[in-house]
């Protein structure tokens, strides 16, 4: 069974500038969740998707938004691209929302320039 | 909101010898421990896990600890291996979401 797959893997962008990225759950995999990843704050929730509807969203500002498609893939975009923005985008996938194990792709690194 | 205190912050063992990694929770309703496991340049991978009904978990030489009453659970990796240097984050989530809280992570060097 193929893992989460993140695209791209990397990525550099200038300020100002918009980025989508994507991710593919494993096969049956319902719940799409995305972090990001940074040496000083670390690994902190972006928000969580499940049947296309965003369920829960974490503390960052709303140029960080997100969608899943009806086949569980996901998206997240990042609009007017700032410095700290830069950071490992992760992405989470579990079958169901709840009481069930979540596996990460490998991430998309986003260098902002 | 949630929040999951890791220690040590970094860790360096010989090989065979054994580590241990310690968390602790703020919110009892805290039900979903999981630890990754994440190498440079890849994403956290899943090493083991418990739930809040259990209080000790093992996978070979991977055994994961829970205090409920203390808000307290640890990793304990037993006859460590170079292979086994990596950083390990815990985490933990409530039945009411999704939602990882984090642990700041553990780099862990195993010296040959």
């Known amino acids: 069974k193929a893992g989460v797959t993140q695209t791209p893997r990397y990525l550099i962008k200038t300020r100002g500038q918009q980025v989508t990225l994507s991710c593919s759950p494993i096969?049956?995999?319902?719940?799409v969740s995305w972090y990001q990843q940074t040496p000083g704050q670390g690994l902190q929730f972006l928000f969580e998707?499940?049947?296309?509807?965003?369920?829960n969203k974490g503390n960052f500002p709303g140029r960080f938004s997100g969608r899943q498609f009806s086949n569980s893939r996901s998206e997240m975009n990042v609009s007017t691209l700032e410095l700290g923005d830069s950071a490992l985008y992760l992405c989470?996938?579990?079958?169901?929302?709840?009481?069930?194990?979540?596996?990460f792709g490998q991430g998309t690194r986003l260098t902002v320039v | 909101g949630e929040n999951v205190e890791q220690h040590p912050s970094t860790l360096s063992v010989q090989e065979g010898d054994s580590a241990v990694i310690k968390c602790t929770y703020s919110?009892?309703?805290?039900?979903?421990f999981p630890w990754y496991k994440q190498e440079l340049g890849k994403g956290p991978q899943l090493i083991i896990d418990?739930?809040?009904?259990?209080g000790e978990k093992k996978d070979q030489r991977i055994a994961v600890t829970l205090n409920k009453t203390a808000k307290h659970f640890s990793l304990h990796i037993t006859e460590t291996q170079p292979e086994d240097s990596a950083v390990y984050f815990c985490?933990?989530?409530?039945?009411?979401?999704?939602?990882?809280?984090f642990g700041t992570g553990t780099s862990l060097t195993v010296i040959p």
């Open positions: 998707y499940f049947s296309e509807t965003q369920r």
């Open positions: 919110d009892s309703a805290s039900n979903y």
């Open positions: 418990i739930r809040s009904n259990v």
């Open positions: 096969s049956g995999h319902r719940s």
């Open positions: 989470a996938s579990s079958p169901l929302p709840g009481n069930t194990e979540a596996f």
């Open positions: 985490a933990a989530r409530m039945d009411t979401g999704n939602q990882f809280y």
